[in-house]
């Protein structure tokens, strides 16, 4: 009898942790097993995640001691990439996993790429040509 009523106790054990896809929001999706339910903490770059309303946990099927569900972002963008977390707790011990997430690339990387510039470099100078005239006009660019 002793041995029932504490088979279901079960330390938390994240199953799946995938990287980001696009729904109707961005989701990281993961499933979680622990009893009693463990309490979910996610971290961006190492810093505890606050949620939000564009930024939140949301679970969608709960077996027994399985919780599937994602984090939900609402629209990211560059400033959004990086390395995601999730620490699942409760008092019989915890587990963590790592995602790296890519919502989009850095405004102008696309043009400083086809330029040949390296993403280091935030201040340039180049010649337009008219080329017509073959005549060079110095211009400066931000990047």
């Keep these: 009898m002793l041995f029932t009523l504490f088979s279901n ?11 980001p896809t696009p729904d109707h929001h961005w989701c990281i999706p ?12 996610w971290f961006y770059e190492g810093a505890i995640l606050n949620e939000s309303e564009y930024i939140c946990t949301k679970i969608h099927v709960i077996n ?4 599937h569900g994602c984090l939900q972002l609402d629209n990211p963008t560059h400033l959004n990439n990086g390395a995601y977390t999730l620490l699942a707790k409760n008092e019989y011990g915890e587990d963590e996993k790592r995602v790296d997430a890519h919502f989009m690339s850095v405004p102008g990387d696309d043009y400083r790429s086809k330029l040949g510039i390296p993403s280091f470099i935030t201040c340039f100078t ?16 931000v990047a």
């Design 9 to 19: 106790i079960v330390a938390p054990n994240i199953t799946f942790i995938e990287s």
């Design 30 to 41: 993961f499933t979680v097993k622990g009893n009693p339910k463990p309490t979910l903490q």
């Design 64 to 67: 027994q001691s399985e919780y």
């Design 126 to 141: 180049m010649e337009k040509v008219n080329p017509l005239t073959m005549k060079g006009k110095q211009c400066s660019e």
